[in-house]
Structure formats: structure tokens, C-alpha cells
């Protein structure tokens, strides 16, 4: 798992330098979806996962970017990460029972990556 992360946040990486900080998420996620794919890697975006509540579906949700099916990208612009966008991650992790996800914030000069596990 550890190699795939690593070949995803390079793709990040790689989008943030060609792009930098500034773009709206939709952007970053249209740039990061071609790098994956170029990279070979099964991505797809906007993918949607059914929450339940006490057995009940109550809705449906989608992901930005989630790759191999085994690994959700939720993509961030903003001045600084928070607590918040940790919680919407591991909530999504939780509902789509995938185990990682990446946490990519390009609104910064370096790209600002978290790493999650659920």
C-alpha cells in the first residue's frame, strides 16, 4: 500500500508543480486524475458511496478521486488544514469501508500531504 500512496502523491506533487497554489479543488482534481492515469493507475472521480445509518441508507455521497479502489483522495484548497478535513476523510474511509486515504491540500507553496488510515 505503501508504494501505491507513494505513487500517488507523486502524481500530486507533480500536478502542484505545473499548476501551483490559487485553482479551484475541480481543477486539481482534473490535472491529478490525467497524472494517475498516466502513471498508469485506475482512477476514478466523483465516485458515489451509499452512508447508512442503523442499517438504513441515508443518502449518498460522492468521493473526489478514489484509485485502485483502494485509496481516497480528498482534495483540498485551502489556507490550512484542519481537524475538520481530517474528520470528512476518516468519515469517508468509515462509509466506503476502503482502509487509506490521502489528504492533498495545493493551496500551499509545497504540496501539503496527510496520510490516514481507518
Not at 24 to 50: F, P, T, V, W
Not at 57 to 65: K, P
Amino acid at each position: 500500500m505503501e508504494e501505491l500512496t507513494g505513487k500517488i502523491i507523486s502524481c500530486g506533487i507533480e500536478v502542484h508543480k505545473k499548476l501551483g497554489p490559487g485553482f479551484l479543488e475541480s481543477l486539481y482534481e482534473s490535472a491529478l486524475l490525467i497524472e494517475l492515469q498516466k502513471q498508469g493507475l485506475h482512477a476514478a472521480s466523483q465516485k458515489e458511496i451509499r452512508v447508512f445509518y442503523d442499517g438504513c441508507e441515508i443518502g449518498v455521497h460522492r468521493l473526489d478521486i478514489i484509485v485502485e479502489d483502494k485509496v481516497i483522495i480528498e482534495l483540498k484548497a485551502v489556507v490550512e488544514l484542519d481537524q475538520c478535513h481530517k474528520a470528512q476523510l476518516l468519515s469517508y474511509l468509515k462509509a466506503s469501508n476502503i482502509k487509506i486515504g490521502l489528504l492533498l491540500n495545493f493551496a500551499k507553496a509545497v504540496l501539503q500531504v496527510k496520510r490516514m488510515a481507518y
